[in-house]
Structure formats: structure tokens, C-alpha cells
């Protein structure tokens, strides 16, 4: 893992850059953004939520892009 602090931001940088190319909007980012979220923060929790796919009827919460 790099210790360098701005490895983090330039990653970030570069994926949102990327993801704006290939014609990504700003909501559907932030939908992408909460998912990276939700992963860290099951993995921190020592549950793999990729198991089961995510729909309104598994998760309450969930809301699809129009």
C-alpha cells in the first residue's frame, strides 16, 4: 500500500476523469461513488455484500437511475 498522502486524490482525480470521458454524469458519479461506499464499508464490517445483488427487495434504500 503507497504511504503517499496524494496517491488517494490523484487516483480519485484520475477515475472521475475517466469516468466523465467515457460520458458518466455527475449523478450517475455519485451513484458510483456511494457504491464504493457501501463496499468499503460492508468489507469493514467483514460482509461480502456482492453475494447478493442489490434490488429494491433486498435493499429498501436502493434507488435506481432514471
Not at 488517494?8 to 455519485?30: E, V
Not at 456511494?34 to 434507488?63: C, H, W, Y
Amino acid at each position: 500500500m503507497s504511504t503517499d498522502k496524494q496517491a488517494p486524490r490523484i487516483l480519485a482525480r484520475t477515475f472521475f476523469t475517466q469516468l466523465r470521458a467515457s460520458g458518466y454524469t455527475p449523478t450517475q458519479i455519485i451513484g458510483v461513488a456511494t457504491e464504493l461506499l457501501d463496499l468499503v464499508t460492508e468489507d469493514i464490517k467483514g460482509t461480502d455484500k456482492s453475494v447478493v445483488p442489490q434490488t429494491a427487495e433486498t435493499r429498501p434504500d436502493f434507488r435506481q437511475e432514471a
